[in-house]
């Protein structure tokens, strides 16, 4: 299913995964072309967080093989991910409430000056540099002292997103970016995977609003029953046609396994 023009930074051929007698993904296959956002759709249980936490280093795959940046990788942890340049944004946002904005930025990756037993964690260097982080992605917010507890929905997801983007990372993994935001904030948030794309990362983004896939994305995958059962450029499909594949209102067609 997954087309051959060797532009694709991530292939995922075949993933399975079970948990105890759920089969969350029986055989699941995708790509995502670099510079790309690149869309994943599908009713809830379909398998969307699995497969994304199988490219993420969260899950091991049971089965199958995921190619990233041309190599064949197995990621035992979010970590070994991490270090190859995939970044994931979770539906959970993974801040901590009760640090400061710039302290959530560099959580796990401190700046160090000095080294061994005289190495001291460079504050100054860190508030800076979170500054900057959040004013290239024009994102607005007071201060990078305030605690993460006082900022909206959408503040919140810009601070995960820039969180995401600040370490060099290839392919940022975003799962339902917006779900939990109102109209205007799920704007904002929409700008700025947009300005992600324009500074040439690859994206990989889950979201249930077709609406909005059909406006960001270059690639969508639809997901049914763990498996991808159908792949279309954005510029060539419809959210009626999104409709049937989701539901499997088109079940047995003879296209039903588009091509990308
Ligand atoms: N950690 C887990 N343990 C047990 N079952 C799980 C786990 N994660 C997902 N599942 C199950 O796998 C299926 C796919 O879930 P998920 O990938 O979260 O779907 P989606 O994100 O498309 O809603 C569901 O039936 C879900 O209940
Ligand atoms: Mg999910």
């Not at 510079?35 to 969307?48: M, Q």
């Not at 994304?52 to 064949?72: M, N, Q, S, T, Y």
């Not at 160090?112 to 037993?117: A, C, F, M, Q, S």
Request: hydrophobic share 40%; charged share 25%; net charge negative.
């Amino acid at each position: 299913m997954a087309t051959d023009d060797g532009s694709a930074i991530l292939q995922v051929e075949e993933v399975a995964k079970h948990f105890g007698n759920v089969v969350a993904l029986e055989g699941a296959s995708m790509e995502a072309k670099d510079g790309e956002i690149t869309a994943i759709v599908g009713d809830n249980g379909a398998g969307k967080s699995t497969l994304i936490k199988c490219v993420a280093g969260v899950h091991l795959p049971d089965r199958g093989r995921i190619v990233f940046g041309g190599e064949v990788v197995r990621f035992s942890s979010p970590e070994e991910a991490r270090r190859a340049g995939i970044e994931t944004v979770y539906q959970n946002l993974a801040l901590v409430d009760e640090l400061t904005i710039w302290q959530n930025l560099f959580l796990n990756r401190e700046i160090k000056r000095g080294v061994g037993p005289v190495s001291f964690l460079d504050r100054k260097a860190m508030a800076r540099r979170s500054e900057e982080m959040l004013s290239r992605l024009d994102i607005h917010i007071p201060s990078v002292h305030a605690r993460v507890r006082r900022l909206s929905g959408g503040q919140r997801q810009a601070v995960a997103i820039s969180r995401a983007t600040g370490w060099g990372s290839r392919l940022i993994v975003m799962d339902e970016p917006t779900a939990a935001l109102g109209v205007k904030e799920s704007g904002r948030v929409e700008e700025l995977i947009l300005r992600l794309r324009e500074e040439g990362h690859s994206l990989l983004v889950i979201s249930h609003n077709f609406d909005q896939v059909l406006r960001l994305s270059d690639q969508i995958w639809v997901m049914r029953q763990g498996r991808v059962v159908g792949g279309r450029r954005t510029s060539e499909t419809t959210g009626d046609e999104l409709v049937a594949l989701v539901t499997g209102a088109n079940r047995g067609e003879p296209d039903e396994e588009g091509e990308a």
